[in-house]
């Protein structure tokens, strides 16, 4: 099968863990997210909340918070988590809270349509699912 670009539909989306500096987050109740800010002119997309530190792989007994800043965003995309968990595509219920998906399609039309090589990300939260093709991420504990 074919997809837009003429080109075979052979991807097979790997999805990694982002090891953060409390380690790998896991389970719905690991990222609360408490504010957006998209800057549109700069392409930058910060978000800010906590993390419950008893869900990551480097456990402690407290609640974190975080800043993650991405930068250099072609394509955003916020979905209610339980709307995400009914729909087909099976990157919303696999992996852990935060991860990065490598050999998409998502990828593959950014690098076609405008000649980048960006990073696509997503990020479940409490209440909500973020994808994200960006060229960069940091985050801030």
Known sequence: MENNLGLENTWMPHIKAIQTPLGELHGRDAVYLDQV??????????LKGEINGG???EAVDDFVPYELIFTGIYYFNMIKLDVALDMPEQKYTQGSSFDELTDTPLLATIASARGKNLKHFLLKTYDD???????DYKMII
């Open 129 to 135: 699912v973020l994808e994200i093709a960006c060229r």
């Open 37 to 46: 800010h998209m800057n549109y002119a700069k392409k930058e997309l910060v």
């Open 55 to 57: 869900l990551a792989s």
